[in-house]
């Protein structure tokens, strides 16, 4: 069985549910509901990975404190296979601001350091000992981008919310050979998706929330896939990691591109319904029931 290290990408995060979210002006908001989780993009994908029964690995930087330790916890609990260095800047911490639609406005009050000092003969092991890297778009990881490169494996990342050009970014296209991103922030998804293709990449699929995701192959072919609303939302946070997660599990199994961008889709419509990053019913039984 292929094994998956997935680098990077863990915080805590203070999720806030508003009916809209707040206009641009000075106002007070006196009650909210709201839930404490974790949070990032590794985390998603590591733990939607280990529903699926995909062997994988994740590694991460978080602080010597209560948030961090917290998710030490929560992942150890889901049976996530959890590597770490400790950052001196503390455990990174967002407040998301929610929408009953899933709109959402992210506030990062704390961030992990760009260059804290990292275990790479951890790192560099775990590399070797794996089929396929994730390298998530986290600060700390463009160090690592080179390495994951030089290593010869498959290299996936996730641009999320990917604005034409930022210079931000590049080192993970670089390295990476499959990308996936959202349209959110792209006035031409088409031509974005193309501009990247045509930098050697064998695979652009781009999401675009309630209206599905497309995928564009290295010999030119364009998949569309539909968005399915299958359970009521209750917070879309880690619904683009479980897209992801659920695409890369049928890639391994050697699923057909199109059904790849099919169980994408049932992963992330089923992570809506819950509060946690990944939907506490998802396995590979729940897919083939949904499916």
Known sequence: MDKVFIIGGTTYDHIVHLPTLPPAIPHTIHQAVFHEATGSTGSGKALALKKMGIESSLYSLLGDDVYGRQIIQHLKDEGVVFYYDFDPAGTERHINLMDADGGRISIFVTQSSEKPLMNFQLIEDQILQSDLLVLNIIAYCKVLAPMAKASGKPVWTDLHDYTDQNPYHEPFIEASDVIFLSSDNLPDYRRTMQELMDKSKQLVVCTHGKNGSTALTSEGEWIEQQAYNLVPMVDANGAGDNFFAGFLWAFLQQKPLSECMKYGSICGAL??????????????????VLW
């Open 271 to 288: 992570c809506v319904g819950s509060k946690q990053l990944v939907h506490e019913e998802l396995s590979v039984e729940k897919l083939g």
